[in-house]
C-alpha cells in the first residue's frame, strides 16, 4: 500500500476574500487547478488566523476586507517567504504601503483565466 509520501503534495494557497461568490468562485478554480485551498476567510482576523497555523506556499489577499486592510497578513507572510498576491478594485497603488508595493495584483473584476495565469506565475504551474 503506497504511503502518503508517495503522491505529490498539492501546494496549499490561502484565500482571504470578503465577497462570498468571488472567494467560491476562486476556491473552485484553484482546486480545478491542483491547488489545495485554505479558506476563504473572510476577515481579516479569520486570514491572520488561518496564516499563523497553516504551512502555506502562496496567498491570495483582497486589499480591502469589510473596511480593513490585508497587509497585516501580507507582513507576515513575507516574513516567512511565502509568496500572495493582491486581489484589488483600488488602481492606486499608493494604498500599498511601500515595502509591499513590489507584490503582484490582480485588478477586479478579472477573468478567471487572468487567475490562472498568475496563480501559475506566482505559486507554480498546476
Do not use: W
Amino acid at each position: 500500500m503506497p504511503g502518503q509520501s508517495d503522491y505529490p503534495r498539492h501546494p496549499k494557497i490561502l484565500i482571504v476574500e470578503d465577497n462570498v461568490l468571488v472567494a467560491e468562485t476562486i476556491a473552485e478554480a484553484l482546486t480545478d487547478s491542483g491547488y489545495e485551498v485554505v479558506g476563504p476567510a473572510p476577515t481579516l482576523n479569520a486570514g491572520l488566523e488561518l496564516a499563523a497555523e497553516n504551512d502555506l506556499d502562496g496567498a491570495l489577499l483582497d486589499v480591502d476586507l469589510a473596511g480593513r486592510y490585508c497587509f497585516p497578513i501580507a507582513m507576515m507572510l513575507a516574513e516567512r517567504n511565502v509568496p500572495f498576491l493582491f486581489l484589488t478594485g483600488f488602481h492606486d497603488p499608493s494604498v500599498i504601503p511601500p515595502e509591499l508595493r513590489t507584490a503582484s495584483r490582480l485588478t477586479k473584476p478579472f477573468h478567471l483565466s487572468d487567475l490562472g495565469r498568475v496563480t501559475a506565475k506566482a505559486f507554480g504551474a498546476r
